[in-house]
DNA sequence: TTACTTTTTGTAATTTTTACAATAAGTATT
DNA sequence: AATACTTATTGTAAAAATTACAAAAAGTAA
């Protein structure tokens, strides 16, 4: 690392503001991006393998460092667009880490987001990095570089949090979903089976999962109704909340 | 804001970490910690007035730069001491504020913190910018710097979703109380009153709040039993949680 | 028509939450 | 010492939510 002139620093006030503007600071702050994908019986998480050092050979999340005209939201939707090619992705921040140590060569401050995506829709040509991308199950982590590990255990202990109280199967499940189908996702975040019934009775609370007139079709069995999401209520009930 | 020179990212790579190490980026990362004050009947957050331009004379949250070889959370931990002279501070990540025009003199991506004190041990004169820092009710808070508050809406949310299950009352209360005083804890945080029999009940569920065979004096009522934090039996509880 | 599969509804036991009351145990006053 | 008063502490019954489990409904397949 670079040495660090401290005089750019002022110390005699404690506010950041009267730093003046063209000090340069030797850090840099990136995002990186936990993306949980949805398909299989396990959950899984995307990674890259990395082809430079440090860490060369280890997987990794994948991120990129944030323009300096950009938000940090908007960063993390930059990268993740890149990375599935779906345009209207739902994430959310988790967490930044800044330990001085979590990377080798430098200062590099990260801020977490995670997002959750119907491994389906997902196409890895669409990303200019995507021959290096693999999901793995959160299960069957492979060693990972830098504080990484940290990131996705931090990543899906919030993902969880989240699964019961907030929507995040919008836009990964089908559009008209069965309540079958909307179980089976719960299942999977949570590693964890639902009795039937009862789940039912749980989302009937849901006032935002609306039952629609349409069944399912060409199943060897007795088709389910298909319920959707009602955006515009659920954003109206967040607002008064 | 001094022009960026692009020419220092590197875009056939999206890793941060194949950036030469010696780049220069003209931002500068700083914290902003919420102090919440426990004591009076609302809940106060302490804010410093500001003596320079910009935002001169208007309220903002006491925080600092990151210096270059410290943690994140040390640097929340050494502001915050500094603020409030108490040593063992709890106090925990919030979100970070990364908007570009956030600032209007230049890029300057923020971490909150938040942390809740008792408002008798708090010692202004021991911070050297103390003679400005004044207690605020989060119900009638001044205008504010910056997106400050933006930060200090979002910290409330969150410490009032720790408050159930998170001890936050713990180094805020005294060392041993009585349950009708954490109730006044429970009750000035979520600004909401609970009923004195259903509050003990759900009090015991909570195992690491133990009952001591030490009683209440010179009160000229009934003395109520003292409980005092078992920190042991709570963090074991958390490792396997 | 029957077997089979899944959806959908129901139900009773259990647990948790809530509202409210009764009792206990001190101090202060007469 | 007796009484009033205040808060602590315990109790209790109704209501609500959760759970385990079963039954009925509605389709396909043979």
């Known amino acids: 690392m670079a040495k660090t002139n401290k005089t750019l620093r002022r110390r005699n006030e404690y506010q950041i503001y009267d730093v003046p503007i063209d000090s340069f600071f030797e850090l840099?702050?990136?995002i990186d991006c936990v993306v949980f994908g949805y398909g299989k019986k396990d959950l899984q998480v995307l990674l890259t393998q990395r082809g430079a050092e440090p860490y060369k050979g280890l997987w990794a999340l994948p991120g990129d460092l944030v323009y300096p005209d950009e938000d940090l939201d908007t960063s993390a939707g930059r990268v993740l667009k890149a990375l599935t090619s779906l345009p209207d992705l739902n994430f959310e921040q988790v967490h930044t880490f800044g330990a001085v140590d979590r990377h080798p060569l430098g200062r590099v401050v990260t801020v977490a987001y995670y997002a959750i995506v119907n491994m389906k829709g997902f196409n890895p040509k669409a990303a200019f990095w995507a021959d290096k991308a693999k999901w793995h199950s959160v299960k069957n982590l492979?060693?990972?570089a830098f504080d990484h590990?940290?990131?996705i255990d931090y990543s899906y202990k919030k993902l969880k949090e989240s699964t019961m109280?907030?929507?995040?199967?919008n836009g990964v499940i089908e559009e008209k979903f069965t309540l079958t189908q909307l179980q089976s996702f719960f299942e999977t975040v949570l590693d964890k089976k639902f009795d039937k019934g009862n789940f039912r009775k749980k989302i009937d609370l849901f006032q935002y999962v609306k039952e629609t007139e349409e069944f399912e079709k060409d199943v060897p069995y007795r088709p389910s109704r298909l319920f959707k999401f009602d955006k515009k209520l659920y954003q109206k009930n967040e607002e008064s909340s």
Chains 1, 2 share one sequence.
């Open 28 to 30: 840099a702050f990136s």
């Open 142 to 144: 492979p060693k990972l």
């Open 149 to 151: 590990r940290d990131i």
């Open 165 to 169: 109280t907030k929507p995040l199967w």
